[in-house]
């Protein structure tokens, strides 16, 4: 028997679309429709397919932040929702820790947990369920309420798998050798600094800090940033993690991956540039990085996965950072984009406009899986909401960058907004918004939300 809202007929598997068939569902078929108007609409980030955990309080309420899953313009609580009757036997004790408003706890059940858990909010939300009654109590509009970190983010993770980045930046700084040789051998990452991992919307200072000194000068100049940028990223959030000591092989290692969001690794390149030899970066980066508020699970990207490949003459990777799985579907298919809006275009009534496009699997050198492969297989335990930024997503023409620096060359060629503004790199009162979104034929158009900041004078 078809699942309510399906129209007779079976869902042709997503084999015949050159999906993985393992990882493909009745919660994937297209034709699937829900109860709650708004996530039919076919410009929606939300639909039924997807099914996003967020974390959230109604706004202008100090009650305790609670978990939620959005469905088109609406949250369904969990806490509310746990308490309603029609749920199978295993779904209750799924609910317990998402009830207490704990998501890292229900992180930390598993790849097996989510995936059931998935399958019930699909037939509980799909048109014609039982479960309508009890549930559309339980809906809160995405407009009433304010979203905060989705989980508590132990560690946090950046790695730098952006090779069309890595090669452009490279050339500014290194002309005759831009890709350092380690590059396309091992996943180049940093530890970053997790207690500023703050939720989008949230305005972000300008740094201050040291630069280099100015020509002539023997002593490094202090003050604000002049270089403040962005990053275009994802965020990989961790499930159940591993003991320390028990690396994560490649063919486990996606299924560690809990969710993906949208990410911004704010940068100042000028404190960047003096302080990152000979150690990497520190205070040009630990200001402050945004992430989106709904992780979206990797069972909803499963329609949207790529084959993992490398260009001719590229080396393939060592034995543990590879396997037929993530050769045959590793990668993630996510057009990204930024838009900018600045304080002339905000106080015109002007909207933020797109100044890049990319795709995240032409972008990325390396994928999710192998980076929780590498991230481990020295016996470094990852635990239930740690992140791993992906590192920049630029594709390979410069209108594909995901960075002002290249997007301007090193600040030499300003862009030019709609209003007739020029931006070599962003200025006080700038939002900068991250979207990113999923589409194929076969399969429903699902996103991410937005991942937005605005740039505040530094003190």
């Known amino acids: 028997m078809s699942p309510p809202g399906r129209p007779k007929g079976e869902f042709r598997s997503a084999q015949h679309e050159g999906f993985?068939?393992?990882?493909?569902?009745?919660?994937?078929?297209?034709?699937?429709?829900?109860?709650?108007?708004?996530?039919?609409a076919a410009d929606t980030d939300f639909p039924v397919q997807n099914l996003p955990f967020g974390r959230f309080q109604r706004t202008g309420s100090d009650a305790a932040w609670r978990i939620g899953v959005a469905i088109g313009d609406q949250v369904l609580d969990l806490q509310q929702a746990a308490a309603q009757p029609g749920w199978g036997t295993d779904v209750p004790p799924l609910l317990v820790p998402l009830a207490a408003g704990d998501l890292n706890a229900f992180m930390?059940?598993?790849?097996?947990?989510?995936?059931?858990?998935?399958?019930?909010l699909s037939q509980a939300l799909a048109a014609g369920a039982p479960q309508q009654a009890a549930l559309a109590p339980c809906l809160v509009a995405q407009s009433g309420v304010e979203m905060g970190l989705p989980c508590r983010i132990g560690d946090y993770t950046d790695f730098y798998v952006g090779i069309h980045h890595a090669t452009a930046v490279g050339k500014i700084f290194r002309?005759?050798?831009?890709?350092?040789?380690?590059?396309?051998?091992?996943?180049?990452?940093?530890?970053?600094?997790?207690?500023?991992?703050?939720?989008?919307?949230?305005?972000?200072?300008?740094?201050r800090g040291q630069t280099a000194p100015a020509a002539g000068a023997t002593t490094p100049?202090?003050?604000?940033?002049?270089?403040?940028?962005?990053?275009?990223?994802?965020?990989?959030?961790?499930?159940?993690?591993?003991?320390?000591?028990?690396?994560?092989?490649?063919d486990d290692a996606d299924d560690q991956v809990f969710g993906v969001a949208l990410f911004n690794d704010w940068s100042a390149r000028d404190l960047q540039a003096w302080e990152y030899q000979p150690l990497g970066?520190?205070?040009?980066?630990?200001?402050?990085s945004s992430v989106s508020p709904?992780?979206?699970?990797?069972?909803?990207?499963?329609?949207?996965?790529?084959?993992?490949?490398?260009?001719?003459?590229?080396?393939?990777?060592?034995?543990?950072?590879?396997?037929?799985?993530?050769?045959?579907?590793?990668?993630?298919?996510?057009?990204?984009?930024?838009?900018?809006?600045?304080?002339?275009?905000?106080?015109?009534?002007?909207?933020?406009?797109?100044?890049?496009?990319?795709?995240?699997?032409?972008a990325a050198y390396w994928t999710p899986g192998q980076l929780v492969a590498h991230h481990t297989v020295n016996g470094c335990n990852l635990r239930p909401g740690d992140l791993l930024g992906s590192g920049t997503l630029?594709?390979?023409?410069?209108?594909?960058?995901?960075?002002?620096?290249?997007?301007?060359?090193?600040?030499?060629?300003?862009?030019t907004l709609p209003n007739g503004e020029?931006?070599?790199?962003?200025?006080?009162?700038?939002?900068?918004?991250?979207?990113?979104?999923?589409?194929?034929?076969?399969?429903?158009?699902?996103?991410?939300?937005?991942?937005?900041?605005?740039?505040?004078?530094?003190l």
């Open 20 to 40: 993985p068939m393992t990882s493909i569902d009745h919660t994937h078929d297209p034709a699937l429709m829900s109860w709650v108007a708004s996530a039919n």
């Open 108 to 120: 930390a059940m598993g790849g097996a947990a989510r995936r059931a858990l998935r399958q019930a």
């Open 175 to 207: 002309p005759d050798n831009p890709l350092l040789p380690n590059y396309k051998w091992v996943p180049i990452g940093y530890h970053g600094r997790a207690s500023s991992v703050v939720p989008s919307g949230t305005p972000i200072r300008r740094p």
């Open 221 to 250: 100049g202090f003050g604000p940033s002049q270089r403040l940028d962005l990053e275009l990223e994802l965020g990989y959030f961790i499930g159940a993690g591993n003991a320390l000591g028990m690396p994560i092989a490649i």
């Open 281 to 288: 970066p520190f205070l040009g980066k630990s200001f402050a």
């Open 294 to 362: 709904w992780l979206v699970t990797l069972e909803a990207l499963a329609p949207f996965r790529a084959p993992f490949t490398r260009p001719d003459g590229d080396p393939q990777p060592l034995p543990y950072l590879d396997s037929a799985a993530n050769r045959a579907a590793g990668a993630l298919d996510i057009q990204l984009q930024v838009l900018l809006q600045t304080a002339a275009m905000r106080e015109a009534g002007l909207p933020p406009t797109l100044v890049s496009t990319s795709s995240a699997a032409q």
């Open 394 to 415: 630029s594709g390979p023409t410069p209108a594909q960058a995901g960075s002002l620096l290249e997007l301007s060359q090193g600040g030499k060629q300003p862009i």
């Open 422 to 458: 020029q931006r070599t790199f962003l200025q006080d009162g700038d939002t900068l918004v991250l979207a990113g979104h999923c589409s194929r034929p076969g399969a429903r158009r699902i996103g991410f939300g937005s991942c937005a900041g605005t740039v505040l004078p530094a």
